[in-house]
């Protein structure tokens, strides 16, 4: 009986290596992930790579238009925007990253607490969700950050964290729900572990595909979040990000005086980083769906 329990669960390096042989063959995940990845280390590196100079600062004539010396042009204040785009870029990322992890873990414990407990417990979480799911998000963080004197990114991904579960818990829940009637899972429970330990050992570990890519979606969810707050004139009081560097250019009128590199690069950074996300979310579903898969 235990063999036959054991081997309706495939071999983990056999999933893996497969798995691995289709992602470097799929041109949407490969794409997605470059672009991210080209971004990400553009934030990491250009910092380090431009000195110690603050993004803030005034270096040049107000408005040059994009050189050799100032790759972006200059504002109407005379400040780079090459080294505000890369300051912002490593803030935006930190805000999704932090935000999407925030929401990502709390969705993993309520989901696998109400999908594998079940009863009251899996009422409870459930009604927690759905209360929270109807709450109007963008309203509650304007009017938090509206109230909160001083405004950092460690803040604004915490809110934006504790307030974008909802969904990502409810899916997780349902596939947690599916697999606790697995054999796998039963003999577990024949074995004597407990809960937490199947969750960890049985359960999570046949969904790291899905969580994963739930990840992905609250991540591009943090960072359209924090640039709407951003671009509003609730981001950060200190330092700059993509969506402030828009809010900056919008209100100092930009876009009237033709200094299109000022709004244009956060501009299209955004967009990348959101869609490059969404194109490597599909990549990955046809990866691990062998439906969607193309050889």
Do not use: C
């Amino acid at each position: 009986m235990t063999a036959a329990l054991t081997e309706t669960r495939p071999e983990p390096r056999a999933v893996r290596r497969e798995a691995l042989h289709f992602a470097v063959r799929n041109g949407k995940l490969v794409t997605g992930f470059a672009v991210v990845l080209v971004l990400l280390l553009t934030g990491l590196l250009g910092p380090l790579l431009l000195g110690s100079a603050p993004p803030n600062e005034y270096v040049a004539a107000p408005m040059l238009p994009p050189s050799a010396e100032h790759w972006f042009g200059t504002t109407t204040f005379g400040q780079d925007v090459f080294t505000q785009f890369v300051h912002g870029l490593r803030t935006t990322f930190a805000v999704g990253a932090l935000g999407g992890g925030i929401a990502a873990l709390i969705a993993m414990v309520v989901g696998f607490a109400a999908g594998y407990r079940g009863g009251l417990l899996d009422e409870a979480l459930t009604m927690l969700t759905n209360v929270i799911l109807v709450i109007p998000t963008l309203a509650v963080l304007l009017i938090v950050n509206a109230y909160l004197g001083i405004r950092g990114v460690a803040v604004q991904g915490l809110f934006i964290g504790l307030t974008s579960w909802p969904w990502a818990a409810r899916a997780v829940r349902a596939q947690t729900f599916s697999l606790r009637t697995r054999d796998f899972v039963d003999l577990a429970r024949l074995s004597g572990l407990g809960t937490g330990r199947i969750i960890a050992r049985e359960i999570a570990p046949n969904m790291s595909s899905y969580l994963f890519m739930t990840f992905i979606l609250l991540f591009g969810g943090s960072v359209l979040i924090a640039s709407s707050l951003d671009f509003i004139g609730l981001g950060p009081t200190e330092g700059v990000s993509l969506g402030l560097m828009l809010q900056n250019a919008t209100q100092w009128s930009a876009l009237q005086l033709g200094l299109w590199w000022w709004f244009v690069p956060p501009g299209a950074a955004i967009t990348a980083v959101v869609g490059a996300l969404y194109v490597a979310n599909v990549g990955l579903d046809e990866v691990f769906n062998p439906k969607l898969r193309t050889t």
